[in-house]
């Protein structure tokens, strides 16, 4: 008989792209499946949308929540979840039609308890922007962990990337361990990772592409920043103290690249100051940078080789508190960002 497979999908004002999703859940050849549609108190149409999923196949089951973001939602699908794994894609992207079959066929030889698979990008107009592939492989859970850059950096052959939709999860381990996702606004997808690889014995990277995820622009990624984005990027840092650095004790390339992803996530805080969302002047932008530095301690944080020149140029400007220079730089850069250029700088 077909083990049961929970599909938790977070659903926050996707009225107009709900349906594709769900259509695609519904369309898998593997049929033993419950569709869980958590309504992150949508402002929108997508709780209609979602209860006449809900009226016309039985496997579609709809919550309402208040908002408190994805993390919350996905945890709140966790807790009504009745299958024997489970997985998260996003209310904006699909799944191929073989996606669960794919993924529960690696996941049932009974010493499995994590798939990854491949995805493939896409931008709003429908252009592939990236690809991501795998060979077949199945690798120990020991292996996994003790070796950061060759199965979890996102560059590597087998590196997973830090979004929870390309990959199937036993709920048992979620479960028994009391893993969740952390109330973070940003990055609780990767601590989510990192925590479940704690519990794993077996990991299995399967070739099949069963994922479609669509790119926002940078404008619309911009505007996904919550202004206390730092206090995720710190807690993404203290969860990654609890596993990877405790995984990787003597191992200062990975060290190096954990620093190198926290100094640019910080950099990536203070640039909200520019956000036109938050409409700060320039004497709060200034405070809001140096708030950002000491709460961050990121002047305490060793720097790594790896590290771009723009992150070392505003470090070093920020250790002489010139943080009108800071502001100029960033200014810069996103200007030309948002217009599709590439922002290079030799020296300032």
Known sequence: MEELVSIVVPVYNMGTSIKICVESLIKQSYKNIEILLVDDGSTDNSLQVCKKFEEVDKRVR??????????????????????RYICFPDAD?????????????????????????????????????????????????????????????ENEEFGINGAPWNKLYDLKIIRENQIEFPELRRHQDTAFIFMYLCHVNNVHFIEENVYIHY??????????????????????????????????????????????????????????SLSHRFKMKHYERVEYIKNVVEYSQILSIEVPRCLGKYQNILLNKLRKKKYIQVLFIIHLKVFVEKRGGLFLIKKF
Do not use: C
Not at 246 to 251: A, L, Q, R, Y
């Open 215 to 272: 790119v926002n622009d940078l404008r619309k990624e911009w505007d996904k920043y919550p202004i206390n984005y730092i206090e995720s990027v710190v807690g993404l840092r203290k969860i990654q103290e609890k596993t990877v650095f405790t995984w990787n004790t003597d191992n200062k390339i990975v060290f190096d690249k954990l620093n190198q992803g926290y100094i640019s996530n910080t950099i990536k805080a203070i640039e909200l």
């Open 93 to 153: 992207d699909l799944y191929e039609e073989n996606a669960v079959s794919a993924m529960v066929q690696a996941m049932s030889n009974g010493i499995n308890d994590f798939v990854v698979a491949g995805f493939t990008s896409l931008d709003g107009n429908g252009k592939k922007v990236t690809e991501r592939s795998y060979k077949d492989r199945e690798v120990s859970g020991i292996q996994m962990r003790s070796n950061y850059n060759k199965y979890i950096g």
């Open 62 to 83: 709809v919550f309402h929540t208040e908002n408190h973001g994805a993390g919350p939602a996905r945890n709140y699908g966790i807790k009504n979840a009745k299958g």
